[in-house]
């Protein structure tokens, strides 16, 4: 049985990206939401996560896969 696909709000704090990267060592598939690429989001990205870019107050920038 797979492990389900996390998604992982403020991925890139200090709490969250320690969150994220304790899921992807547990073999967890990890999306890591943030609200822009920057040197944190390519961090995560290099460890295994999926990034997913949008902002909870701003909901139009989500988009639906």
């Known amino acids: 049985m797979s492990?389900?696909?996390?998604?992982?709000?403020?991925?890139?704090?200090k709490t969250g990206?320690?969150?994220v990267e304790q899921?992807?060592?547990l073999g967890f598939p990890v999306r890591a939401?943030?609200?822009?690429r920057d040197d944190r989001s390519k961090r995560l990205e290099t460890l295994g996560a999926e990034i997913a870019i949008g902002d909870f107050w701003i909901c139009s920038r989500f988009v639906a896969r």
Request: glycine residues 10%; proline residues 5%; without cysteine.
């Open 23 to 25: 899921l992807i060592e």
């Open 3 to 13: 492990k389900p696909l996390i998604l992982v709000t403020g991925s890139t704090g």
């Open 17 to 19: 990206a320690n969150v």
């Open 33 to 36: 939401l943030t609200r822009r």
